[in-house]
């Protein structure tokens, strides 16, 4: 057990190393999160429940007895998480140019179809946008 939890935390930590640059994805920072901080959770988070807001603030109560490991991903894997968030809001405003340019039919706000017509069809959206979808996990 103890060599696949090592085999999964390599993994993990060069998947952050190739995406430090770029967001991670919420199930890798999940991942990474599982890898080093799953004892550390069964211990000290026992009853909590699991969404994201209260299992950080169970983390952050118990920083003083957290293995090493898991003090250093934890506050990684959150770091990325608030990242992506934001990249999903920063996606409305840096492509509303291109959706009115390129996807006559989308309404403004409607996210979901504007992202769908931006991947799938028109050739010569801004960079800022193409960024700012790439970020965001939906490409």
């Known amino acids: ?9 390599i993994l993990a930590v060069a998947a952050w190393s ?4 770029q967001t991670i994805k919420f199930e890798d920072s ?22 994201p807001a ?4 169970c983390l952050y109560r118990n920083e003083d007895v957290l293995s090493p490991q898991c003090k250093n991903d934890y506050a ?8 992506r ?18 996807c006559p039919g989308v309404q403004k706000g409607d996210r979901s179809k504007a992202i769908a017509c ?5 050739r010569g959206v ?8 790439s970020e965001a996990g939906y490409r």
């Open 126 to 133: 801004s960079i800022n946008c193409n960024k700012a979808v």
């Open 76 to 83: 990684r894997a959150f770091d990325a998480i608030q990242k």
């Open 85 to 102: 968030v934001a990249a999903h809001t920063a996606v409305t405003k840096l492509c509303e140019r291109d959706v009115a340019k390129f």
């Open 30 to 51: 999940a991942g990474l999160l599982g890898a080093s901080c799953a004892a550390d959770i069964v211990a000290n988070c026992r009853g909590v429940n699991l969404d």
């Open 1 to 9: 057990m103890n060599r696949i939890r090592s085999i999964f935390l």
């Open 18 to 21: 190739q995406a430090s640059a």
């Open 118 to 122: 931006l991947l799938t069809g028109p």
């Open 54 to 57: 209260r299992l950080k603030d």
